[in-house]
């Protein structure tokens, strides 16, 4: 049951409140603790949970990785020499860790700690495609069972909020429904999934690797391995999702008696309008190939442009979640699913994205020459196949790379460097491709009618600068000017920080 709403009820309902926060150095962890603190700056207190050895290099991390982001620009302009101050009064970095139980805390912090809080946020997870089972296991399935039973000990609690991906659907056809996982279930016909089971897996296949005195990169590749087998084996495309899928299933499990709510979102993107257009963090599915083609490193990539590309922005998703639990805060039994995702009420295909940023970049030349100058960039070709994609670089990459293998063995090995170098970036591609597929390449469309029903009681109740404040209706967003003028810029602009932090997997991908 959705509530009402009186006219200043979302900043409203979160001021004297006690907010505890996971994952806020996540992208979309800014972009929440930013605006709660910007719309209501008499909230109580954001307990932001933090990994660190101790207070202070929590509180380092705090000031590095979120606080001291280009996204708080307007919060230290409204406060301006009062900003630290400000700050320092609102968060409260709390040491622990979400992989543990009880976050780590010992019993006195635990009962000190959970009698204040009144929401709790659960945003943290491991996101790469192509994580070590072991880890995504620990993060996004544990992880979520820490949250909800630490949430049961919160006398005040009214409100927990979950963040899980709409892609926990697989790869459907179709409208997919905002539908509960129930535990065990999977998608693939005649398998069940039994969460112990999976941790007993992990736990055996550690072992083991560790008794034949396996080297770390050995367990870390063999873990990996592992994750991508069981995730294809129960029906899902890669270990992030089936993880965070798991994670549903327990808290579906587990959280009786805890208000729930479990948001949905499809591809992230930079902020539309909210502080400002185009703030973005981390190279997303859909940003590897702007970055590549910008830096001239990426000529080619699968995707169907006809279609549909359900992508978000990143403040939207936000203003959805804000929304959603003063909605259902009233309703000790609530526990419903949204889908924040545009493919079903404004669905934008990849051609759009596509035509946008051949305009941008032809009519934005980056500087890619070889004494910086500016280049026009030829066309970035798209093969909406994976067999035709892997014929054209077979042909391409893979034959020469065979010819020059054969070479180097003729030669005693003159090009040994260069032939490891380039087979090393023809297998990173290969795996790239076979791990963006089920999105580039994906024909369902997810259902939004919760998130509909959100919308209209939040559009009769709020009034104007509210509804500005909280927009999350994917109707208001032209997807050409959006692309063009600001999320392509923001890629681009934002990319340099990111492309020195993964630099080897950028470099995988260039001039192939």
């Known amino acids: 049951m959705i509530a009402e709403m009186d006219a200043d009820s979302v900043a409203g309902y979160f001021r004297s409140k006690s907010i505890l926060i996971t994952g806020s150095t996540g992208f979309l962890g800014k972009v929440l603790v930013e605006k709660i603190l910007r719309v209501q700056p008499d909230v109580k207190k954001l307990f932001l949970l933090i990994r660190a050895p101790d ?7 705090i000031q590095t990785e979120v606080t ?9 302009e409204n406060h301006g020499v009062g900003f630290d101050n400000f700050i320092e009064e609102k968060i409260c970095p709390l ?61 005040k609690l009214k409100m927990l909020l979950h963040v899980s991906t709409a892609y926990v659907a697989g790869e459907k056809e179709g409208l997919i429904l905002e539908k509960p996982f129930l535990m065990g279930e999977t998608l693939r016909v005649g398998t069940y999934l039994d969460i112990e089971s999976e941790l007993n897996l992990i736990d055996k296949t550690k072992r083991e690797l560790i008794a034949n005195c396996s080297t770390d ?13 069981r995730a294809r084996h129960f029906g899902w495309a890669n ?5 965070k899928a798991m994670g549903e299933m327990l808290l579906e499990h587990l959280h009786e008696g805890c208000p729930m709510v479990i948001v949905r979102p499809s591809i992230i993107t930079s902020t539309l309008k909210d502080p ?19 830096k001239q490193t990426m000529s080619f990539f699968l995707a169907d442009l006809d279609l549909i590309m359900d992508v978000i922005p ?16 009233k309703d000790q039994q609530a526990h419903i699913i949204y889908h924040v995702t545009s493919s079903h009420h404004n669905p934008a295909t990849y051609a759009i994205l596509a035509d946008s940023g051949h305009r941008y970049f032809f009519d934005n030349p980056p500087c890619t020459g070889r004494n910086g100058e500016r280049v026009r960039l030829k066309k970035m070709r798209f093969f909406r196949t994976t067999t035709s994609l892997r014929l054209y670089m077979a042909i391409n990459y893979k034959l020469p790379l065979e010819m020059l293998h054969l070479v180097n063995i003729t030669l005693c090995g003159v090009f040994s460097r260069r032939c490891s170098e380039y087979n090393r970036k023809y297998r990173f591609l290969t795996l790239l491709t076979e791990l963006y597929a089920p999105y580039v390449l994906f024909t369902g469309r997810f259902d939004d009618n919760n998130l509909e029903r959100l919308r209209m009681v939040r559009n009769k109740d709020q009034n104007n600068n509210e509804a500005c404040w909280f927009d999350f209706d994917p109707r208001s967003i032209n997807w050409d000017d959006y692309f063009y003028n600001v999320h392509i810029p923001g890629v681009l602009k934002y990319m340099q920080t990111e492309l020195h932090s993964t630099s080897q997997n950028s470099n995988d991908v260039a001039r192939l």
């Not at 207070?55 to 991390?61: Q, T």
């Not at 001291?68 to 230290?76: A, C, P, Q, S, T």
């Not at 270990?239 to 993880?243: A, M």
């Not at 400002?276 to 910008?294: H, K, L, N, Q, S």
């Open 68 to 76: 001291g982001r280009e996204i708080f620009r307007v919060l230290k």
């Open 314 to 329: 990143g403040d939207m998703v936000v203003s959805a979640m804000m929304v959603a639990m003063v909605a259902h805060s």
């Open 55 to 61: 207070v202070e290099s929590a509180k380092l991390r």
């Open 217 to 229: 990169k050995v367990v870390r590749k063999a873990m990996k391995e592992l994750g991508l087998k």
């Open 239 to 243: 270990t992030y999702v089936f993880t």
């Open 276 to 294: 400002f257009p185009g703030w973005m963090e981390g190279i997303r599915t859909i940003d590897i190939v702007i970055a590549g083609y910008a």
């Open 95 to 155: 040491v622990g860790n979400i992989m543990k139980e009880n976050f780590g805390l010992d019993n006195s912090q635990l009962k000190e700690f959970s009698k204040d809080i009144d929401i709790i946020i659960s945003g943290a997870a491991t996101t790469n495609f192509f994580e070590r089972y072991d880890v995504a296991f620990d993060t996004n399935v544990l992880g979520a069972k820490h949250v909800c039973t630490f949430a049961k000990k919160c006398p």
